[in-house]
């Protein structure tokens, strides 16, 4: 019995540290400028949201709100510009794109007297590729943070789906933000 659960443990272990090494890296891209001290900020305001290709009205809207929803449990939102410490910018980029692929092992039905092969069929598919990009900037617009990550929510249908995502993806990029680069107050 004890040879059993010592077997099972060790069975248990390998296949923890084989799925452990199938781990995603966090797609999330930081840059900042080292010299400014993010550690003074404690008010912003939200400025209107950029979007780039395809992206309709809604979802920019939805990626506004998500960023607010998630800056609002460690910043307080000014109520004007002037106020700020800071200023965000969301921006949501998107692209149609095409994939295709060959498939050479796909088998083909013959006609008449030609009978049955092999041929390689082109498989063709559309899709569209977003990014959730976040910018910080000084009262006076100098960019000093951005965050950025490819976004999944236009693959769902219903705007509650959407918004969800959107939450889930604004909460991963700022998660980075500050990047704890000093320490103290000015």
Known sequence: MASLLRTFRVVAL????????CATPNPVAVD?????QFANLRSYYLLDTLAN???????????????????????RPAETREEADFLVRVQLYSSDKVAV???PFSIYG???YFGFGWRAPL??????????????????EAPLWRG?????AGRYDAPEQQLFRLREEAG????????YNDVGYD
């Open 101 to 103: 692929y060959e498939d």
């Open 172 to 179: 991963m990029i700022l998660a980075k933000f500050p990047p």
């Open 14 to 21: 390998g296949l923890a540290l084989a799925l452990g090494g």
């Open 110 to 112: 013959g006609y008449r």
């Open 148 to 152: 950025s990550m490819p976004s999944v």
């Open 32 to 36: 900042y400028d080292p010299a400014f």
């Open 53 to 75: 290709g395809p992206v309709s009205p809604f979802e920019s809207k939805r990626a506004n709100q998500a960023v607010n929803d998630v800056l609002k449990g460690s910043y």
């Open 123 to 140: 498989r063709v598919r559309e899709y569209r590729e977003s990014s959730l990009i976040v910018d910080v900037l000084s009262p006076e």
